[in-house]
């Protein structure tokens, strides 16, 4: 019996006959083959479109980025300001006091209560930092409080303005300093005051309206916090309480203003003496003593703490083994 033909091989038979090129009279190409050759022409082809779009979007892209930095830039200099850089905050809390190395190399020994935010070659102050700068004679280092701008190129220098002060201060222990107004009359300058130079020894307080220099003073008041001491020379009674308060986080109240007034001249080892012994000898010192209320140190006139009338004595105050027992 013989088989019946494959219709399939019919259909395949006329397909390859349609697409001879030489219609039957010459050689016969075969279609399968050139159909291989034409779809890896075509993948070819699609895929160096894909690379020559890929390329140009990558060349746009960039063109844009570019054009936006150059606009971000060209507005930051027309404003008189420069682009931003990397900003690093440092805060201590009260009685605390730390030591930062700066970008550049330099350092910077923070006060109590003080925030600095520093970049490469630049600082803002809120507090008190002594500084010392590692010389760059290409970029002025600056650093900046709401009322002075001091710009150095290496030098060692104290800046003082916590938040609450009316005015700046930069003292110079070494090199020399350009000191100029941040504002003028409560107002940020848009103009640039005149710049002083302050050498070596040299005392500037920046204020709104201007700025007053002391020349030859005796530094070491001024930075000797960096060095685990407060030194007060001939300093009022109420500043020294102040920087009391920053360095032990305590509460210290001054009620008598003559006695606040008053000048005292000691020296404060601030990790070896507590508050209470820095007290005895700050009231040896002026004639007055402190007694605690509320948990704060109160200093009046007088050595002697039964001469107060209405303040609890020493022993009035319970004592513990009287609380709990021995």
């Known amino acids: 019996m013989t088989g019946a033909s ?56 960039l063109l844009i980025l570019g054009g936006m930095a150059a606009a971000f830039v060209a507005i930051f200099l027309r404003n008189g300001r420069t682009p931003p850089r990397t900003s690093h905050i440092v805060h201590t809390v009260a009685g605390q006091y730390a030591t930062v190395q700066l970008p550049d190399g330099s350092t910077a020994t ?19 930092v002594l500084f010392d700068v590692a010389p760059h004679a290409d970029a002025p280092y600056v650093v900046r409080t709401p009322h002075m701008i001091v710009r150095v190129l290496g030098t060692q220098f104290a800046v003082s303005e916590y938040a609450s002060a009316t005015s700046g201060r930069v003292v110079v222990a070494q090199g020399r300093v350009g000191v100029r107004r941040a504002r003028v009359n409560g107002v940020t300058s ?15 307080q920046v204020t709104d309206s201007g700025v007053s220099v002391s020349r030859g003073i005796a530094i070491n008041e001024y930075i000797a916090f960096a060095h685990g001491t407060l030194a007060f020379n001939d300093m009022a009674l109420h500043d020294v309480v102040t920087t009391l308060e920053h360095a032990y986080g305590v509460t210290i109240r001054v009620d008598d203003t003559i006695l606040a007034s008053r000048g005292v001249t000691m020296d404060v080892a601030i990790t070896k003496q507590p508050i209470t012994r820095v007290l005895d000898l700050l009231g040896e010192a002026i004639g007055a003593h402190y007694v605690i209320r509320r948990n704060e140190y109160i200093l009046v006139t007088g050595r002697s703490r039964s001469d107060v009338p209405g303040v609890p004595q020493q022993h009035d105050i319970p004592q513990p083994e009287k609380l709990y027992g021995k």
């Open 6 to 61: 494959d219709p399939t091989d019919a259909r395949l038979q006329r397909l390859i006959e349609a697409f001879d090129p030489t219609n039957g009279e010459g050689e016969r190409q075969d279609v399968a083959a050139s159909y291989v050759r034409l779809a890896a022409k075509l993948h070819d082809g699609e895929e160096k479109a894909k690379r020559r779009n890929a390329g140009l979007r990558l060349r746009t892209g």
């Open 110 to 128: 923070l006060a109590p209560l003080t925030t600095l935010t520093f970049s490469e070659r630049e600082a803002t102050v809120s507090g008190e």
């Open 190 to 204: 848009q103009a640039r005051p005149a710049e002083l130079v302050l050498e070596a020894q040299s005392l500037a």
